[in-house]
């Protein structure tokens, strides 16, 4: 094929493994410098940067600059998606890390991925979503019912402002531990960012965990009964 998408330009960018790692912390939805990044890649700050600027370049990663600092950015929900789909695929073929740990267990369980809830808590609550009548099963853009706006509404999510975005406000996302859908999209942000504002959730400072409290898994249950 001489004419058409350049996948293989994008597919060098991610496939190396140095490269591969700093996208896979900037999942985290953090904005990083370059010395963080170098040390989650475990290279040096020169080869960091190196490998930032050929990200930049692909228009993969996104640099903003605050006070003495510039911070990383996965560029945009796009790029997201298509990592997480990567991850969902290498964990579905074997190519999995051999590193373990206590962490293993609570990255499945609830996780940020990119912005929004995912791992099988992330999957139980659009799974409920769905059953309740709330949303409609769609294998990109699932569709907020009229039923899901009063119940949204009813928990205090302003939509209004969500849908005045560009974004989707529903989009579906392949969870790369269980390869289930979990919820995306501005909704998806929003309800997250609503969890933490409540205190129903922290995230952990030093991976993409999120860790819900006792009180915060009592109150998921009640908005996303699994029966």
């Given at each position: 094929?001489?004419?058409?998408?350049?996948?293989?330009?994008?597919?060098?960018?991610?496939?190396?493994?140095a490269r591969a790692n700093i996208l896979t912390a900037l999942m985290s939805g953090k904005a990083l410098t370059a010395s963080e990044l170098a040390a989650e890649a475990g290279v040096t700050l020169p080869t960091a940067s190196a490998h930032l600027s050929k990200l930049a370049g692909g228009a993969l990663i996104a640099a903003r600059k605050q006070g003495r600092h510039k911070y990383f950015t996965i560029a945009s929900d796009q790029v997201a998606?298509?990592?997480?789909?990567?991850?969902?695929?290498?964990?579905?073929t074997g190519h999995l890390r051999t590193r373990t740990g206590p962490k293993d267990a609570a990255l499945r369980e609830a996780r940020i991925c990119y912005d929004?809830?995912?791992?099988t808590m992330g999957i139980a609550m659009y799974d409920s979503m769905i059953r309740r009548g709330l949303l409609r099963d769609d294998a990109e853009f699932p569709e907020l019912t009229a039923k899901g706006r009063a119940a949204l509404t009813g928990m205090g999510l302003d939509l209004a402002p969500?849908?005045?975005?560009?974004?989707?406000?529903?989009?579906?996302?392949?969870?790369?531990?269980?390869?289930?859908?979990?919820l995306a999209g501005s909704l998806g942000q929003a309800?997250?960012?609503?969890?933490?504002?409540r205190g129903w959730a922290t995230?952990?400072?030093n991976s993409r965990v999120i860790r819900f409290t006792p009180h915060g898994r009592a109150q998921f249950q009640t908005q996303f009964p699994t029966a």
């Amino acid at each position: 094929m001489k004419e058409g998408p350049d996948i293989s330009a994008i597919a060098a960018l991610i496939g190396d493994p140095a490269r591969a790692n700093i996208l896979t912390a900037l999942m985290s939805g953090k904005a990083l410098t370059a010395s963080e990044l170098a040390a989650e890649a475990g290279v040096t700050l020169p080869t960091a940067s190196a490998h930032l600027s050929k990200l930049a370049g692909g228009a993969l990663i996104a640099a903003r600059k605050q006070g003495r600092h510039k911070y990383f950015t996965i560029a945009s929900d796009q790029v997201a998606d298509v990592l997480e789909a990567l991850m969902g695929l290498a964990a579905g073929t074997g190519h999995l890390r051999t590193r373990t740990g206590p962490k293993d267990a609570a990255l499945r369980e609830a996780r940020i991925c990119y912005d929004h809830l995912a791992g099988t808590m992330g999957i139980a609550m659009y799974d409920s979503m769905i059953r309740r009548g709330l949303l409609r099963d769609d294998a990109e853009f699932p569709e907020l019912t009229a039923k899901g706006r009063a119940a949204l509404t009813g928990m205090g999510l302003d939509l209004a402002p969500l849908e005045a975005t560009r974004r989707p406000l529903c989009r579906s996302c392949l969870d790369w531990s269980e390869r289930r859908t979990h919820l995306a999209g501005s909704l998806g942000q929003a309800m997250l960012e609503m969890m933490q504002a409540r205190g129903w959730a922290t995230r952990d400072p030093n991976s993409r965990v999120i860790r819900f409290t006792p009180h915060g898994r009592a109150q998921f249950q009640t908005q996303f009964p699994t029966a």
